[in-house]
């Protein structure tokens, strides 16, 4: 049973930066991974993944913004998020793409002045 455990969330101010980190209980290696995030009264949705090659996709609204990143062993996928709005306010949790593990507890994202 993979396991994933995600951290650096916390409350910043709009223009602010947050780096998130995800651990995962084994090598990710050959895996494509990605992280998600779910806003109050939203559905989870795919904010970005990265390949096994490191090729990156984004959600349009947060493109140019945040940057995702891996390391294979350990498993452990980060995400650097820069000039934070409040409407990136969510849960963020990482998964396999498509997600197919059981979600970790996630790490809650807020972004007020």
């Known amino acids: 049973q993979v396991q994933l455990v995600e951290s650096g969330g916390g409350l910043v101010q709009p223009g602010g930066s947050l780096r998130l980190s995800c651990t995962v209980s084994?090598?990710?290696?050959?895996?494509?991974m990605a992280w998600y995030r779910q806003a109050p009264g939203k559905q989870r949705e795919l904010v970005a993944r990265?390949?096994?090659?490191?090729?990156?996709k984004y959600l349009d609204s947060v493109k140019g913004r945040f940057t995702i990143s891996r390391d294979n062993v350990p498993g452990a996928v980060y995400l650097q998020m820069d000039s934070l709005k409040p409407e990136d306010k969510a849960v963020y949790y990482c998964?396999?793409?498509?997600?197919?593990?059981?979600w970790g507890q996630g790490t809650q994202v807020a972004v007020s002045s």
């Open positions: 998964n396999d793409y498509p997600s197919a593990w059981s």
């Open positions: 084994g090598t990710i290696f050959g895996i494509y």
């Open positions: 990265i390949t096994t090659d490191r090729s990156t």
